[in-house]
């Protein structure tokens, strides 16, 4: 199985913030804004991946960071997962604020790289100012079947089971890919710390 994790970057809440709040209408000082760490929806999303991997070492996890060439702290973290490959793409290259424009630049990326993809995982919120409709509008930019709010997914019957819970009720779907996941932060996917010796080695790369 070959999944591919679209992640994006979130400025710290516990870095102190380094500009007068006014002087957030300066690009450049926003961009100044450091460190960036993953959202806890992006955390949840990578774990899912890296829970399928635990399941089937075969699994080829891969990872396209957002406002990566911006933060490469980030992209060390990222890759220190012991991923297949990360890359950053530029965030100020995509229009985030027009959702179906973002995902057909999305849609175009993915097909660059030129990667058979069976499912593609990303945080409920990622990439479309917390509307929660990114993830659903790329699923239909490439014709494939799309589920939202999943905390868990499984291994079953030469596909994957989709688990999450709504109220009182836990709901479970088996699909076979392709097919586009969000995903909610949940207990069950915590985002797990990665080897010292992965983050060293990220670290010379």
Known sequence: MN????LAGIIDPKWPLQFPVEDFRDGAARNAVRP??????DEASLEVALKLR???PQTRITAMVLEGRESDQLLRSVAAFRLED??????GSLESWDV????????SIVLQRGESVDLVLMGRELGDRDDGTLAACLAEQFAWR?????????RCDGGVQLIRERGSMEERITLTGPLVASVTNDRRNRLRHPL???VMAAKRA
């Open 54 to 56: 635990d399941d089937d």
């Open 86 to 91: 990360v890359t950053g793409v530029d965030a």
């Open 146 to 154: 799309f589920v939202g709010l999943v905390q868990h997914i499984e």
């Open 100 to 107: 179906r424009s973002l995902s057909s630049q999305l849609r």
């Open 36 to 41: 960036r760490i993953l959202s806890p929806f």
């Open 196 to 198: 010292m010796k992965n």
């Open 3 to 6: 999944i591919l994790v679209l």
